[in-house]
Structure formats: structure tokens, C-alpha cells
């Protein structure tokens, strides 16, 4: 197992490489996704600038339910459809936010949220859940954080059994 040590700096591309390397080393030999999903929020949430919250949200009996994250306590059940994390699952696309406020049917955990970006996982053709990164800054996420977010949440579910 490897063992982070620094935060990631530079350019956003390279602190996305460098988290994913990091990922890869996390998940070696280790198959289990609740173990891997704590290990990636922990991941996310110390390597990303400017978050306050980086977490999961798992499929269970048709709806997402909380699971490992880093950040404030958060909303613990969320219908597909509602918020922007069961927009995300339902759509099968990941979504960004640039002012969740504007978003129709916002679900607000915390109230200093203010950007957000959910990442759809699917393995197999079935829904596992979302990769939900929240930020107290508008605008805080891009096409670059997409890129990262979707290679790092690939990886995810390449080394986790369902």
C-alpha cells in the first residue's frame, strides 16, 4: 500500500495525474468498494483546493444513501432525480453546478455550499451510485475537474468488486 505524504501541486491536469497515481496506489490489493471509497473521498478532499465536502452516495433499494466521505455531515438519503447528485444518476451524465442556488431542486446538506459536481459510477450497465464533490466558492468546478474526477471515479470502479 503506498502512503500519501504531500499534497499534489501545479496545474490542475497535474495534480489530477498525481491524485490518480496516488488512487492506484490506495487500491492495490484491495477489493473491497467501501474501503476504496473511504480511502478516495480521504484522497480528493486533501489533494482538491477550495472543497467542503467529497464523498459517495451509494445505490440502495433505488435510492442514493450516504457513504464514505470527508466533510460536514451531510444529507443522508437522496431520490434519483432530486438534487444535483440523483440528477446526475438519473441523467447517467456527470453534472456541474456553477451556483447551486440556481439549481432547480438544490438539496442543501450545507448551507455554505455554493459549486458542485456529481459524477454518475456505473458498472455493468447498473447504476453503484455518484461521486459528489461539493465547493463553498461559485464556479469552482470545470471541464478539467470532470476529466480528473471521471479518470479517478474510473478507477474506482475498476479496482472494486460490486
Known sequence: MTFITAKPTGAKAEIYGELALQARGLFEGERDPIANAANLAALIYGGLDDLNWAGFYLM??????????????????????????????????????????????HIACDAASRSEIVV????????????????????RFDAQDRAGLETLAQLWLDASDP
Open 120 to 139: 454518475p459510477l456505473s458498472k455493468n450497465g447498473a447504476l453503484i451510485g455518484v461521486l459528489d464533490l461539493d465547493a463553498p466558492i461559485p464556479s
Open 60 to 105: 440502495k433499494q433505488g435510492e442514493l444513501v450516504l457513504g464514505p466521505f470527508q466533510g460536514r455531515p451531510a444529507c443522508v438519503r437522496i431520490a434519483l432525480g432530486k438534487g444535483v447528485c440523483g440528477t446526475a444518476a438519473k441523467r447517467g451524465e456527470t453534472v456541474i453546478v456553477d451556483d447551486v442556488e440556481a439549481f432547480p431542486g
